[in-house]
């Protein structure tokens, strides 16, 4: 699986993301500049996590017309994996290449730590390799992850299966205890109508390897590749 | 011609503002009791040129869509003034005719 790691001015998790995918899953991966404007040689495209432009103006507003998205646009538009991690995913709102928008978290706190996450499909290209109602133990890391969609939105994201991740209790039920940043529906994750584009807020990444606490972020990686040898068979 | 431009960004009424609340919080600790709700946004002022008023404000409608405010959660109002209506009067005082005359 080819993948492409793209850096912006500000972007923090790329390295994280290449060890994840490059070393530990032994993927060939290279950066991307964010002044680049050709992806033809990918099969995945990860923006990951950080704070694009400052998060100026709002988180992912600037980045989303840094060159290079011109090329991810036209590479999710042609069916091309991209996977939006935290400031990833916010940038990927603000391209409109996933709907609704991150807001500041309820508590007005930055939060930093592990949470139980309730796969909610396993039909998109980061979550084959799961099955509905399993529980997976992936961080955060945000002051902005607060899910929001107008109501017309959020339903048709619903009934068309689009959330993939919800915040939950360690035993998967759906709770307000369990939700970090007053996220709509407890959403934490969601698919484009395709499935091949997916955005998340909690750090797959950081959720690769025993020594860091926990291996549950592989799914999504791994998903990724057999999504691809699913196309390719 | 020159204009200046005063953007201002707010959440959307059915948009939480958790920051509003926090401020509201705070003015109520300070004994400010009839206070029922604070909004908080954006204040950005956009200095242009531009062939007149029309123009101008043309612009920056099509700047705020693209970038200044996201309609998914924010709405805006746009104040426009040419700047030589800004510019501080010979006599020095500060800016606007008359307002610190």
């Not at chain 1, 492409?4 to 060890?19: E, K, L, Y």
């Not at chain 1, 690769?208 to 990724?224: K, P």
């Not at chain 2, 919080?25 to 531009?50: I, P, Q």
Request: net charge negative.
């Amino acid at each position: 699986m080819r993948t492409g790691i793209i850096v912006f001015p500000g972007t923090w998790s790329d390295r994280d993301c290449a060890h994840a995918v490059g070393e530990i899953l032994g993927q060939p991966t290279r950066y991307v500049d964010y002044r680049e404007e050709r992806l033809d040689d990918l099969d995945l495209v990860i923006l990951p996590g950080g704070f694009s432009y400052g998060d100026y103006l709002r988180c992912g507003a600037i980045a989303r017309f840094a060159p290079v998205m011109e090329a991810v646009t036209d590479f999710a538009n042609r069916g091309g994996l991209v996977l939006g991690i935290c400031n990833g995913f916010q940038i990927l709102q603000e391209a409109r290449l996933l709907p609704g928008a991150l807001l500041r978290n309820a508590s007005c706190e930055f939060r930093c730590e592990w949470v139980n996450l309730r796969v909610e499909q396993s039909e998109s290209a980061f979550s084959l390799d799961s099955r509905p109602g399993q529980v997976l133990r992936i961080p955060i890391s945000h002051g902005e992850g607060n899910f929001f969609a107008d109501r017309e939105t959020l339903e048709a994201i619903e009934r068309n299966g689009q959330v993939v991740f919800r915040y939950c209790a360690q035993d998967g039920r759906v709770t307000a205890e369990s939700n970090p940043n007053g996220s709509l529906s407890n959403i934490a994750g969601i698919a484009n109508a395709r499935g091949n584009v997916v955005g998340m807020m909690p750090h797959p990444e950081r959720a690769c390897e025993d020594l860091l606490g926990g291996t549950d972020g592989l799914m999504v990686f791994r998903s990724a590749i057999h999504a691809l040898a699913r196309v390719a068979a | 011609m020159i204009y200046q431009a005063e953007v201002f960004v707010t959440l959307k009424s059915a948009v939480n503002d958790p920051a509003g609340l926090t401020i509201k919080g705070g003015l109520h600790a300070l004994g400010f009791d009839s206070v029922t709700e604070v909004r908080s946004g954006k204040y950005l002022v956009v200095t242009l040129d531009a062939e007149g008023e029309d123009q101008a404000r043309s612009r920056v409608e099509e700047m705020t869509r693209q970038l200044l405010a996201n309609e998914v959660i924010e709405d805006y109002r746009i104040e426009l003034q040419p700047v030589a209506a800004l510019s501080p009067s010979p006599s020095g005082g500060g800016r606007g005719g008359g307002l610190n005359a």
